[in-house]
């Protein structure tokens, strides 16, 4: 039944073509090198011609090698012996443990029919104040954590991977440094987290095809864990290099770049992702965390600014803190009026003296004599800064509530916050 | 139907060339055979016997050598009773059918009717057997939610056409015949309740196109009252990422002096339509009273699916709304967003390798973009009554950068621009939409000499908060340094509207009209205040009074107490009003 063929046309980078008939598009083939075999996907086909990208690379495969056509499309085995594994982008063992090769399920497929999803509408609690109270993470949501390199992104992934309520974990690292790969492993086995994870890891040496099937193979997982009545969380790490995979493919096939280089359906490449984050109407859930470098710390770039418009807001890591300005969790609305009801007005009130405390720093700097005003706002600012942005606060949303009035009316008057006057009456500590 | 037939000899992603005999229009729908599957596509380009076509589908599992089946009609909307309170995806094929055919997954290869064939209507006939009929010209009413909604000589049919025959008054599905008209030449054309229209091509059956005139309510104060917009006005709302441009429409379609609303979700998120979906069978329409889907249509084609049924997605949005404006109704299509709809034209452009234009935008860019915003309007019908379709589209500028092509080449053909800014969003103030860029060709609710006053008091204190930051608050004299309060308390009171609040987020035109002017007198007002500390106290409080205001359901017993509040505040102020703020005051009732 598989056809075999050994003409290989031409090899530039990663992509070989092959002449050969009844291909289909998308399929997956096997190349048997000097090197050993290697898996391949069918991208584009003209006539005869077939362009394949390999997952190996293109190093050392010589025109004669022979290409065998598998007759599916890429897959992965899906049962409960995934958790506590740990895999490569092809979908092989990195740890000890033996191949799994039953009930093979298609990566990438379709969407999930909008009718059949439901409101994202439960909070998923991780116990950081600026992600609890100020952003929440709400289940179903897709969200990246943007940042530059050197920032802790990787730690914060590993706390939130153990603080978060989820049933299932599946971590995807694309382009990981080596060392980050075993953090994770340490952390999470440290934490107890291990047995209710599933990691498919492509490191930074490893070949750049691989780094493109991570997200759809981690995420063709969570799916079905979810469609068993599961809470997945899936935390990817990190973006920027699957973009950038992508950009040295399609440049290898000489495509049009859009935006530096990139290919112009980045922006549906990267949702068809993000889109998998689901809550199904009568089973679980998938939520997705994504770290998504910013080169330059520029957030215009091309990856983080179609990050941006995918996903339900997003979270800036900065200095080693959530950053309150640009951080935006958008289904917040949905979860956090039934918190408790001074939350929302009080998160607002908080960020908006947050930002005018910025604008007095500023002035301040500038040598600017400082109001009585300005210097509320100053202290304002430092208990701020140091009572619940720091990374290492660890608080229930309830605590970190009660903290914030009480900076709030260390700070000001009653008056001076803008907030409701009967929510000032009923939760404003009496001194 | 043809019998054309073709094989694919290509495939680049969604992209695919066929070789076919016979003859091939552009834009005609094809669909090729893979294993039993048949996949909707599009033909783009025509080169010799090679057509290139774009699929609706995901293409893996293609082969060369697989079949395609041309259909001789172009993409096409079905136009019947029965679209309002449905979800469609972007080419008419009604998500729930699709759920229960298929289960959780959009699989591909599964098609829909856009109506519903066997659900039976209530059709009173209109016209006599011995009429002369034109296209756009109705026969009959059918009740449809709350609307009448009339049943038209199809709009493709061209020049003058006599009714031979019309049924009686009773129930009939949307496909059986309910009229027979002839022709010139005495040919019988059977008519039922539906027909279908090719969705790029603009509905013209209407006497003459009129100028917006009328201002559609929002109520959104900073729209209505600063920035409106026309019935069959058009509109663009481009901002950075997370500026609230969702928020913004989701507030609109939910609150817009309007008929219908039409939301057409072209390449954004899925959970945003869900919320949709999920909030407005809720919700009662102020105007009716009955169930805001009543009055709603979706049409989604979420960032996931895929790409080339989003470009088809905006094209069948606005047919939808063409159709029921040739009602005589007043249609809002809310579009979010079509920079995603331009970024499907350009990957499409970028697979056909035609020389890319800036940022590898098409050529053509522009005047698609034009194209579409042209199919707004205002406009008279054959029988004397008006309609209108007013079109907001939200653009999602790469990087939050308005010199992008998308949004220039929107902002050359819309009526109104509402800008936001990113540094608004951080600060929290919703909407986003920044005063000082923003602006609109259309006519205010408030009086105009009143916006303008009010838009003056912002500029000035906008333009003394920026010199302040230079020279510093010890350096601003105490009379500047009060507009720059009063401005800041405008913006805080009047521009920004909490969404999430229902009082708030709906203020009508009387409400508005009622608050611009308390507004214009407290701010047309000298007080007494002798520092700055005693001003920024003063303003405060005064602002605090003001945010209480807007939480009030209007002329209830708590607005009309938390409005003494506010002329005690100005008392115990000592305002006293400029004769500027007077005369405009007086001119205004």
């Not at chain 1, 050969?20 to 997956?28: D, F, I, M, P, T």
Request: aromatic share 8%; hydrophobic share 35%; proline share 4%.
């Amino acid at each position: 039944m598989n056809k075999v063929f050994n003409k290989i046309e031409s090899i530039t980078g990663n992509v070989i073509t092959v002449r050969a008939e009844g291909v289909r598009y998308n399929e997956l083939a096997q190349i048997n090198t000097r090197f050993g075999k290697s898996l391949a996907e069918v991208n584009k086909i003209d006539g005869n011609l077939v362009s394949l990208q390999v997952f190996a690379g293109g190093q050392g495969i010589s025109t004669g090698d022979e290409v065998r056509f598998l007759g599916h499309e890429m897959r992965v085995s899906f049962s409960e012996d995934l958790l506590g594994r740990i895999f490569n982008g092809s979908g092989e063992p990195r740890d000890k443990g033996p191949a799994l090769t039953d009930n093979l399920k298609p990566i990438g497929g379709p969407s999930v029919n909008p009718t059949k999803r439901i409101l994202a509408n439960r909070m998923m609690r991780t116990n950081i104040p600026m992600i609890d109270m100020f952003n929440t993470l709400v289940v179903s949501q897709k969200l990246p954590i943007f940042s530059i390199s050197g920032e802790p992104y990787n730690q914060l992934l590993a706390r939130i991977a153990l603080q978060a309520e989820a049933d299932v974990i599946v971590l995807g690292g694309m382009g990981l440094k080596y060392d980050d790969f075993l953090y994770f492993k340490e952390e999470l086995s440290n934490g107890g987290a291990l047995s209710k994870t599933v990691m498919f890891i492509h490191t930074a040496s490893d070949p750049t095809v691989e780094c493109m099937m991570i997200p759809d193979m981690a995420l063709a997982v969570a799916e079905q864990f979810a469609l068993q009545d599961k809470d997945v969380l899936v935390l990817l790490t990190d973006m920027t290099n699957f973009a950038d995979a992508m950009k040295e493919i399609a440049i290898t096939q000489e495509q049009v770049p859009s935006n530096r280089g990139y290919p112009g359906d980045l922006y549906s490449q990267l949702a068809s992702r993000y889109e998998k984050a689901v809550d199904f109407d009568d089973s679980g859930s998938v939520t997705v965390l994504a770290v998504t470098t910013m080169p330059g710390d520029d957030v215009t770039h091309p990856v983080p600014d179609n990050t941006g418009y995918i996903t339900e807001g997003q979270y800036y890591l900065k200095g080693g803190r959530i950053e309150p300005f640009g951080s935006l969790s958008r289904l917040k609305q949905n979860v956090n009026g039934k918190t408790r009801k001074d939350h929302r007005a009080l998160m607002d009130a908080m960020i908006r003296l947050y930002s005018s405390y910025k604008e007095t720093l500023e002035k301040k700097n500038m040598g600017f004599a400082m109001t009585r005003w300005d210097e509320k706002l100053l202290k304002y600012g430092q208990l701020f800064e140091s009572r619940l942005m720091d990374l290492s606060v660890n608080l229930s949303l309830e605590e970190a509530l009660d903290l914030g009035w009480k900076i709030l009316s260390d700070c000001f008057e009653k008056d001076e916050t803008g907030i409701k006057s009967d929510l000032t009456d009923e939760f404003w500590p009496v001194k | 139907m043809t019998e054309n037939k073709g094989k694919v000899v290509s495939i680049n992603g969604n992209l695919l060339s066929v070789r076919f005999d016979g003859d091939v229009s552009m834009n005609e729908i094809c669909y090729i055979n893979v294993d039993g599957t048949r996949l909707k596509s599009e033909v783009i380009r025509i080169r010799g016997d090679i057509a290139q076509i774009q699929v609706y589908e995901m293409t893996g599992g293609i082969k060369c050598g697989d079949d395609v089946e041309f259909t001789g009609d172009m993409l096409s909307a079905q136009l019947g009773p029965g679209l309002l309170g449905q979800v469609y995806d972007g080419l008419q094929n009604p998500l729930p059918v699709l759920a229960k055919q298929a289960g959780w997954f959009l699989e591909r290869g599964v098609y829909a009717d856009g109506l519903n064939a066997e659900k039976k209507w209530e059709f009173s006939p209109t016209a006599k057997p011995g009429d002369i009929l034109r296209a756009g010209e109705y026969i009959g009413t059918v009740p449809e939610g709350p609307f009448t909604h009339k049943i038209f000589v199809p709009f493709y049919l061209l020049g003058n056409y006599t009714l031979k025959s019309i049924a009686e008054k009773g129930e009939y599905t949307v496909n059986e015949t309910v009229a027979v008209l002839t022709d010139d030449r005495g040919r019988e054309i059977p008519v039922s309740m539906s027909f279908k229209w090719p969705v790029k091509r603009a509905v013209k059956c209407y006497s003459e196109r009129l100028a917006p005139t009328e201002t559609m309510e929002t109520k959104v104060r900073l729209i209505d009252s600063f920035f409106p917009v026309a019935k069959g006005g058009t509109y663009c709302t481009p901002g950075p990422f997370g500026a609230g441009k969702t928020v913004l429409q989701h507030t609109t379609s939910k609150y817009a002096d309007v008929d219908i609303v039409i939301i057409a979700a072209c390449g954004e998120r899925a959970g945003e339509v869900v919320e949709t979906i999920t909030e407005f069978p809720e919700l009662t329409d102020p105007k009716t009273g009955r169930s805001l889907m009543e009055r709603t249509i979706i049409i989604c084609n979420t960032s996931s699916m895929p790409v080339a049924s989003r470009e088809a997605s905006v094209y069948t949005s606005v047919t939808l709304a063409e159709y029921y404006r040739q009602m005589g109704l007043n249609v809002l299509l809310l579009a979010d967003s079509t920079s995603r709809w331009a970024q499907a034209l350009r990957e499409m452009s970028g697979r056909l390798e035609e020389i890319p234009g800036e940022e590898a935008f098409p050529a053509y860019l522009e005047s698609y973009i034009a194209a579409f915003y042209e199919r707004a309007g205002c406009v008279r019908l054959p029988d004397g009554s008006k309609g209108s379709v007013t079109i907001g589209g939200t653009v999602s500028p790469a990087g939050g950068n308005f010199e992008e092509p998308v949004t220039q080449a929107t902002l050359k053909v819309v009526g109104a621009f509402h800008g936001l800014s990113r540094e608004r969003s951080d600060a929290r103030k919703y909407p986003a939409i920044d005063p000082l860029i923003s602006w609109s060709k259309y006519k205010t609710v408030t009086a105009s000499e009143k916006s303008a006053f009010c838009k003056s008091v912002l500029h000035h204190g906008v333009e003394i908060g920026s010199m302040m930051k230079v020279v510093g608050e010890e350096g601003t004299s105490l009379s500047d340094y009060i507009i720059y309060l009063k401005s800041e308390m405008l913006d805080a009171v009047y521009l920004q509207q909490n969404s999430f609040d229902l009082v708030d987020a709906n203020c009508g035109k009387a409400r508005q009209q009622y608050v611009t002017d308390k507004l214009v007198y407290v701010l047309g007002s000298e007080y007494s205040l002798d520092s700055k500390d005693d001003a920024r106290g003063f303003f405060n409080r005064m602002r605090q009074k003001f945010i209480d205001w807007n939480y009030t359901e209007f002329e209830s017993d708590a607005f009309q107490k938390a409005e003494a509040e506010i002329d005690a505040m100005y008392a115990e102020g000592q305002g006293s009003i400029s004769r500027q703020a007077e005369l405009l005051l007086k001119g205004g009732e």
